[in-house]
C-alpha cells in the first residue's frame, strides 16, 4: 500500500509570491495539516471551503462555509435517513459578503449571521466547536451545538492536486475524528457522542422525541485552490469500530484526480494514516445511487462496498453554472490493508460516497 508521491513534513506555501501559481515545492501529501493557502487574483476561479459532516447513527448532519468568489454559502443540512425527514438553512450570499476563510485553514474563527441562520466555528489544538441556529422551513426554530475532537497524533489527509501550474486544489481531509454535542429541530432532540451517555445519567425514561446515538464521528473537507470551470468527482468516507477492534477511517475520492500523479486515498486506523498512491476503481451506477456503491483496489488490499439508504439528490440550473450531486448515505462493508501489513474487517460502518458534476 506505499506510494512514491512525495510526503511534505515541513510548512508550505500553497503558491509563488504573488499567489497565481503553483509552489513546486507544495506539490505532495501531508499526515498534518502544513499547506497556507496564499491564493490571489484570478477572480471565478478561486475556491475556498471548511465542510463538517457528523455522522450519528440514523442522522446526519452538515455544515457548509464557502467562499466561491461570486458566491459566499452558509449552510447547516440534516437529515434523518431512516425516514428521509430533511430540514436546515442555507445563506447564498452575491459576491460572498461577509464571509471570509482565512489563507492557513483553522488559524481564524468562521462566522456568519442573518436574521435566519448564525454559524460559528472555532479550532484549537484539540478540537472545532460548532454552533448553529437557524429557522427551518416550516418556520421551526433549530439549533447544533457539537464538538469534534482532535485526539492527539490523530492523522488526516492532506494532498495538492496539480491539473497545472495556474490550476491546482488543496484539500484537507479529515475521518474518524470523535463528535458529540445536540442537535435540537423544534421538540426533537438528538443527543450524540460522548454527551448521549452523560445525558442518560439521570433519566430512566426519555421525553418524547429526545434521541441518542452513543458513537458518532466528524468529517472535514478542507478545500483551497483553483480550479476549471468543469469539474467532476468522487468523494467518499466514513468512520466506524473493524471487528479487530481499530477505529478506521476511510478517505477515498476519483476522477477529479486522473492523471495528476496525486491521489486523495487513504485509511486512518487508530489515527494512523496509510496513503493509497493508485487509483481507486468505483464500480456504481449514476442513474441509480440507491444501489450498492463497489470501490476496490486492483491488487484487494481494499474492498468495501457502501450500502445506501438515502440519496441526497441536489441540482441547481443557471445561465452560467449549474451543479448536479448524488450524495449517499449508508453502511460500508469489506475489508482495508494498513501499511504494516494488518487487515481490518468491517461491517455496517457509517459513511458516505457522492458524484458531483458542475460547472462552477
Known amino acids: ?22 509552489n513546486p515545492a507544495a506539490r505532495g501529501w501531508s499526515r498534518t495539516p502544513l499547506h497556507t493557502g496564499n491564493l490571489r487574483g484570478r477572480w471565478g476561479r478561486t475556491k475556498r471551503w471548511d465542510y ?12 457548509v462555509y464557502a467562499d466561491v468568489d ?22 447564498n450570499v452575491p459576491g460572498a459578503r461577509g464571509i471570509a476563510l482565512p489563507d492557513r485553514p483553522g488559524s481564524a474563527p468562521l462566522r456568519y449571521e442573518s436574521s435566519k441562520i448564525e454559524v460559528a466555528l472555532t479550532d484549537d489544538p484539540e478540537g472545532t466547536t460548532i ?18 475532537d482532535l485526539p492527539a497524533g490523530h492523522e488526516s489527509l492532506n494532498v495538492v492536486i496539480p491539473w497545472s501550474d495556474k490550476q491546482f486544489q488543496y484539500t484537507s481531509k479529515h475521518q474518524a475524528r470523535p463528535a458529540h454535542g445536540t442537535l435540537e429541530v423544534g421538540d426533537q432532540v438528538v443527543h450524540f457522542g460522548s454527551s448521549a451517555a452523560s445525558a442518560a445519567i439521570d433519566a430512566e425514561v426519555d421525553p418524547e422525541g429526545t434521541h441518542r446515538v452513543d ?11 483553483r480550479w476549471p470551470y468543469e469539474t467532476r468527482w468522487n468523494w467518499g468516507g466514513g468512520a466506524g469500530r473493524s471487528a479487530e477492534g481499530a477505529v478506521v477511517g476511510i ?5 477529479w484526480t ?15 494514516l496509510t496513503k493509497i498512491g493508485e487509483e481507486l476503481t468505483w464500480d456504481y451506477r449514476w442513474e441509480q445511487p440507491l444501489e450498492p456503491w463497489r470501490v476496490h483496489h486492483p491488487d484487494g488490499s481494499f474492498d468495501l462496498t457502501l450500502t445506501p439508504t438515502y440519496d441526497k439528490h441536489s441540482q441547481v440550473k443557471a445561465v452560467v453554472m449549474g451543479t448536479e450531486v448524488h450524495q449517499v448515505f449508508g453502511t460500508w462493508s469489506g475489508h482495508v490493508t494498513t501499511d504494516t501489513g494488518a487487515v481490518h474487517h468491517v461491517d455496517g ?12
Open 349 to 360: 460502518l457509517q459513511g458516505f460516497a457522492e458524484e458531483s458534476r458542475s460547472r462552477w
Open 251 to 255: 478517505q477515498i475520492g476519483a476522477k
Open 70 to 91: 461570486y458566491l459566499g454559502i452558509a449552510e447547516v443540512w440534516w437529515c434523518h435517513l431512516p425516514t428521509g425527514e430533511t430540514g436546515g438553512r442555507a445563506a
Open 52 to 63: 463538517w459532516a457528523i455522522l450519528a447513527g440514523d442522522w446526519s448532519i452538515a455544515i
Open 215 to 225: 458513537e458518532a464521528w466528524g468529517v472535514l473537507d478542507v478545500g483551497r485552490g
Open 1 to 22: 500500500m506505499a506510494t512514491s508521491e512525495p510526503e511534505i513534513t515541513q510548512p508550505v506555501d500553497l503558491c509563488l509570491p504573488g499567489g497565481k501559481v503553483l
Open 131 to 148: 454552533a448553529a441556529w437557524w429557522t427551518d422551513g416550516d418556520g421551526q426554530r433549530s439549533s447544533l451545538n457539537a464538538r469534534i
Open 258 to 272: 486522473e492523471g495528476t500523479g496525486f491521489t486523495e486515498n487513504g485509511v486512518i486506523v487508530d489515527g494512523v
